[in-house]
């Protein structure tokens, strides 16, 4: 890479940003904006999890910093009225000093068949982590599985939009007054693996005052439903 000039990714701003990514590959631009947001600031990352998007080894593996992972604290919701349990607990878990909450695939638990209620549910799960948003204004990074259905409130409720668009050139974030420009490799090839994300975020890191570095990798502390996060 080359490393006269930083890759350049979209800051989250307090609110609801919705990361709207096309195609199927959304795991890795997720993490990678959720470690850049961590390694660029203190406090603690609340994640709600939803379809194993917090897959703890990506995370380690990602992470120039091991530093950052410290930070992370995930709870996992298997179904949707885990989910709502989950999400009515943010507002006790959220402080002032929260760096960032992420809920990704958040229409996911209430799309089950057995959800007779799930847009409901996602309506009240919606009107919580807003108000966790404008209370401690902080920024809510959501994602969508789809965007018809139970992802459209996603997308009303959303403050900001972050698209996320594959591109020959690779992954370009675009917001209303931020797109990416470029990737710089060199050879004018981007591939949008896990070591491309590495370089990103190890590129990025000393920017933000972070130690490179990959041994002894903490894991992100990680409960389920019936834990504390």
């Not at 989250?12 to 961590?38: K, M």
């Not at 990602?62 to 709870?75: F, K, M, S, V, Y």
Request: net charge negative.
């Amino acid at each position: 890479m080359d490393r006269t000039r930083l890759p350049e990714l979209p800051t989250l701003d307090p609110g609801v940003q919705l990361l709207a990514i096309d195609g199927q590959r959304a795991g890795e631009p997720l993490r990678a904006l959720v470690l850049d947001h961590a390694l660029g600031g203190g406090g603690q990352v609340r994640w709600v999890d939803s379809r194993g998007y917090a897959r703890t080894d990506r995370l380690a593996r990602l992470a120039p910093d091991p530093r950052a992972l410290d930070r992370i604290r995930i709870a996992r919701g298997f179904t949707a009225h885990q989910h709502v349990a989950l999400v009515r607990r943010l507002p006790d878990v959220v402080t002032d000093d929260t760096a960032l909450v992420v809920l990704p695939a958040m229409d996911a638990p209430y799309r089950a068949d057995d959800v007779s209620r799930g847009r409901a549910l996602l309506l009240r799960s919606l009107a919580t982590v807003a108000r966790v948003a404008r209370d401690h204004a902080v920024p809510v990074l959501v994602t969508r599985t789809d965007p018809e259905g139970l992802g459209e409130p996603l997308a009303a409720a959303a403050d900001r939009t972050v698209e996320c668009r594959q591109t020959p050139q690779g992954p370009r974030f675009v917001t209303d007054d931020f797109e990416t420009q470029v990737y710089p490799q060199g050879d004018g090839i981007v591939q949008t693996t896990l070591a491309f994300w590495r370089r990103v975020l190890a590129a990025r890191a000393p920017a933000a005052g972070s130690e490179s570095g990959h041994d002894d990798h903490p894991t992100p502390a990680e409960v389920t439903v019936d834990g504390a996060y």
